[in-house]
């Protein structure tokens, strides 16, 4: 089966500072991988669509210039928090799509915990 | 919204009954996927149920669609205690070219030993 991974796992930071965030692809290559963000004991929303070689597109009210998503190959994506507050602490999960068999499949990595002091 | 809604929202059983939870969603769509989410962790993949089929069978799970009424059951057949977790619902949007999931707002499901 497709495996996406996800670094770091977790990541506790000060105020202020910036956090990036990997989403990997390990045996498939996507074009398109999303960023979802879940809060404690809500569901997950989607945050952007990160497609490769292109700007990403966000979702209406997440600040693209605080939420920053490279997708520089086909296997990786990126999201940069900046300037994190103890408000972005949260859950943040990537999914790859993969296109295969006339069917749009979506895999997800682990997730990565943010807590920001 | 983003989300469409399941309900309950939390439900308790003991070990060895049957749970059923319910999604309604808000657009027309070509599948409706479920997902299980144990306490701070990962998604894990259950079922998907394709638009023109009404129901769908794997292992202990049973799910239906009616996309007149817009709405999905998952039922989880003589529940385990290693069940207890989060249980999503997930659609994409037909013809529209949007490629990412909306979730529901979930289901916490506690099976009591």
Known sequence: GAVVSQHPSWVICKSGTSVKIECRSLDFQATTMFWYRQFPKQSLMLMATSNEGSKATYEQGVEKDKFLINHASLTLSTLTVTSAHPEDSSFYICSAGRLAGGGDTQYFGPGTRLTVL | ?113
């Not at chain 2, 983003?2 to 808000?26: F, H, R, V, W």
């Not at chain 2, 990412?100 to 506690?110: D, K, M, P, V």
Request: hydrophobic letters at 30%; proline letters at 2%.
């Open chain 2, 1 to 113: 919204s983003q989300q469409g809604e399941e309900d309950p929202q939390a439900l308790s059983i003991q070990e060895g009954e049957n749970a059923t939870m319910n999604c309604s969603y808000k657009t027309s769509i070509n599948n409706l996927q479920w997902y299980r989410q144990n306490s701070g962790r990962g998604l894990v993949h259950l079922i998907l149920i394709r638009s023109n089929e009404r129901e769908k069978h794997s292992g202990r799970l049973r799910v239906t669609l009616d996309t007149s009424k817009k709405s999905s059951s998952l039922l989880i057949t003589a529940s385990r205690a290693a069940d207890t977790a989060s249980y999503f619902c997930a659609t994409d949007a037909k013809d529209t070219g949007r490629r990412a999931l909306t979730f529901g707002s979930g289901t916490r499901l506690q099976v009591q030993p």
